[in-house]
């Protein structure tokens, strides 16, 4: 069998077998057809390759400047071929195996204050060419914020999921797990405004012969919901009408928020896990670490006898 085939019966493994969600196939496929690429380029088949060649690799990529995130997402994708080809006796070894990636540098989850995020949900109130485009913007900020989905889980949230004003929505997350997130009284309001707009709308349609999308917030993608680039730029676009820098922020970092508001509000942090859908607790734990920045740096900026470094 092919390098190639090895590839594509991966991740049809993955798929099958562990439920890996589309987004984390479309980083494995990504990150091993590029060093299938590389290893052809040297005459080479992934089936022929030695640890020498991985290492190799591994020095090419730090050479062209990516992150060390990057390389070790290279690295894991590579191991995990490996560990799956060497599983089904394909090799009699596996190059990998012996293997360290470098070490992750622990970034900070960058997130908003609770008054920058009450000047987004204000801006999404007045954002859009359209009465529809405007409650359907109010409602993605207001849910996003209340329940700290991840993007692709709140573009892609069915309809049926929110329908008869539930104080709760079942979500699918990634790898297929299934877990339930309150809603706040105020996304709950949004959620009613924009399934009135949503739903007249869809009638007209129907009418004219297009069928019923099954989606909350459908469009005409290939998806049939809004797409998260579409939702990128909504959040940009707000960011900058609340005057907050749009560099700052990203759809995920309303996540980032919901959890660190919760945190610093007294919540349990397996229950801030169990809402963020996180299965490592250790994942949830980063955001300690953002209330300890933040604290330190309003002791050294309003503490009488901090002494600021020069």
């Excluded at 090419?60 to 560990?83: E, K, W």
């Excluded at 004003?165 to 079942?170: A, C, G, K, T, V």
């Amino acid at each position: 069998m092919s390098g190639a085939r090895w590839i594509s019966a991966f991740l049809d493994a993955q798929a099958a077998e562990l439920g890996a969600a589309r987004n984390t196939l479309l980083a494995y496929g990504r990150d091993l057809e590029d060093f299938a690429a590389w290893v052809a380029a040297r005459g080479k088949d992934l089936v022929d390759v030695a640890q020498a060649d991985i290492e190799a690799y591994l020095i090419g990529c730090d050479a062209q400047g990516l992150s060390r995130a990057t390389r070790a997402r290279r690295l894991s994708s590579i191991r995990q071929l490996y560990r799956f080809a060497y599983a089904e006796g394909w090799r009699d070894t596996n190059p990998a195996v012996r293997l360290k990636g470098p070490a992750r540098e622990r970034r900070l989850p960058g997130t908003l204050s609770e008054a920058e995020v009450d000047r987004l949900l204000a801006a999404a109130e007045t954002h859009g060419r359209t009465g529809a485009e405007r409650l359907r913007n109010t409602c993605l900020m207001q849910v996003l914020y209340a329940t700290g989905l991840r993007v692709s889980e709140l573009v892609g949230l069915p309809v049926a999921a929110v329908r008869g004003d539930p104080r709760m929505i079942l979500v699918t997350g990634k790898g297929g797990r299934e877990r339930m997130v309150p809603l706040s009284t105020p996304a709950r309001a949004a959620l009613i405004a924009w399934l009135a707009e949503r739903d007249a709308a869809e009638d007209v349609a129907r009418q004219n012969g297009t069928r019923p999308s099954r989606f909350l917030f459908p469009s005409t993608s290939p998806g049939g919901h809004l797409t998260r680039q579409a939702f990128h730029g909504i959040v940009k676009a707000l960011a900058v009408k609340a005057g907050i820098d749009p560099a700052r922020i990203s759809p995920h970092t309303l996540r980032h928020a919901f959890a660190t508001h919760l945190l610093a509000n007294g919540a349990d942090l397996r229950v801030i896990q169990a809402l963020l859908g996180h299965a490592d607790l250790a994942t949830t734990e980063i955001y300690t670490h953002v209330l300890d920045e933040r604290l330190r740096a309003l002791v050294l900026d309003h503490h009488p006898l901090a002494r600021k470094a020069p």
